[in-house]
Structures are given as C-alpha cells and as structure tokens.
C-alpha cells in the first residue's frame, strides 16, 4: 500500500520512481520511514528542503 501522508499536500513532490514518492528533497525517493514522520512540522525533510503546502498555482 502507497501511503503519501503530508507529502500528497507539498508542492515539492513530483512524481514516484520504483515505488517511492520523488520530491525535490528526495530526488532519488523519499524512505518509507520519513513518510511517517509529521512532515508539517519538520523545519527540514532533507537537502534544506522542508514540507510547503500546495496552492491552487502549484497543484
């Protein structure tokens, strides 16, 4: 089962790779692991990239 959590409502991902969600954080696929996380409240998810909520000008 695919489990997006917070990443489904950031504007960094941007597709999915051998089965892992690509953000601009983890352009190589964000780690199960991280996915549990609250995103929301990570001042950072990895690489100075943190979590930043979509609009409607970015969906």
Same mark, same amino acid.
């Given at each position: 089962m695919i489990r997006l959590g917070d990443c489904d409502d950031c504007k960094n991902r941007f597709g *999915?790779?051998? %089965?892992?969600?690509l953000? &601009?954080? *983890?352009?190589? %696929?964000?780690?199960?692991e &991280?996915?549990?996380?609250?995103?929301?409240?990570?001042?950072?998810c990895n690489n100075g990239i943190g979590f930043e909520p979509k609009t409607e000008n970015n969906d």
């Amino acid at each position: 089962m695919i489990r997006l959590g917070d990443c489904d409502d950031c504007k960094n991902r941007f597709g *999915f790779k051998n %089965g892992h969600t690509l953000c &601009h954080a *983890f352009p190589e %696929g964000i780690p199960y692991e &991280h996915m549990e996380k609250d995103l929301k409240s990570l001042k950072e998810c990895n690489n100075g990239i943190g979590f930043e909520p979509k609009t409607e000008n970015n969906d």
